[in-house]
T-cell receptor, first 113, second 115 residues
Framework: GENVEQHPSTLSVQEGDSAVIKCTYSDSASNYFPWYKQELGKRPQLIIDIRSNVGEKKDQRIAVTLNKTAKHFSLHITETQPEDSAVYFCAASKQAAGNKLTFGGGTRVLVKP | GAGVSQSPSNKVTEKGKDVELRCDPISGHTALYWYRQSLGQGLEFLIYFQGNSAPDKSGLPSDRFSAERTGGSVSTLTIQRTQQEDSAVYLC?????????????FGPGTRLTVL
């Protein structure tokens, strides 16, 4: 089955700096890659996703890049703010398998003011 | 509109007891997923339902776990003879359909503690 690795497990950045989280996946048939943000005690919330037919997607301060050949994708957060502090999860799925998500282990991001 | 809801929000039970966790998906969503999040860990797929098709149970950790979805809407996850290792947050998610890469929206979860 699919296996998703996520790095780093923790990330501390100064407010205003950029944060980058990287994930690798094993199943070349995976075609959907969402990123979820989970604040303490809250439900995971989708922040951005990318499908395998594109290489990059951007939404304001957040961007995701996908390299299908290398089977890795990354989340980039620019101009970080204290409210970006949370745990971020990457995931992968494939339409042929009912889109069930396989998650990475999560990255705890702390933005220091 | 209303999001995914789950009940109860917290459940404390004694080892060996059975528990039922409920999920109400977003209206009109035909796909429903259950995931488990152990303390400080990532999310682990358990089971999903798509319309009237047979569920994909490939993620259920043991035969003590089962789930059903009545009328294509509400779902119940049942854990029989609970064990301490079952303690986790159980999250439900729904999407428009499982046959395409639609966004999955999560509920708030049920925190299960087995004493």
């Amino acid at each position: 089955g699919e296996n998703v690795e996520q790095h780093p497990s923790t990330l501390s950045v100064q407010e205003g700096d950029s944060a980058v989280i990287k994930c690798t996946y094993s199943d070349s048939a995976s075609n959907y890659f969402p990123w979820y943000k989970q604040e303490l005690g809250k439900r995971p919330q989708l922040i951005i996703d990318i499908r395998s037919n594109v290489g990059e997607k951007k939404d304001q301060r957040i961007a995701v890049t996908l390299n299908k050949t290398a089977k890795h994708f990354s989340l980039h957060i620019t101009e970080t703010q204290p409210e970006d502090s949370a745990v971020y999860f990457c995931a992968a799925s494939k339409q042929a398998a009912g889109n069930k998500l396989t998650f990475g282990g999560g990255t705890r991001v702390l933005v220091k003011p | 509109g209303a999001g995914v809801s789950q009940s109860p929000s917290n459940k404390v039970t004694e080892k060996g007891k059975d528990v039922e966790l409920r999920c109400d998906p977003i209206s009109g969503h035909t796909a429903l997923y259950w995931y488990r999040q152990s303390l400080g860990q990532g999310l682990e797929f358990l089971i999903y339902f798509q319309g009237n098709s047979a569920p994909d149970k490939s993620g259920l950790p043991s035969d003590r776990f089962s789930a059903e979805r009545t009328g294509g809407s509400v779902s119940t996850l049942t854990i029989q003879r609970t064990q301490q290792e079952d303690s986790a947050v159980y999250l439900c998610a729904s999407s428009k359909q499982a046959s395409s890469t639609d966004t999955q929206y999560f509920g708030p979860g049920t925190r299960l503690t087995v004493l």
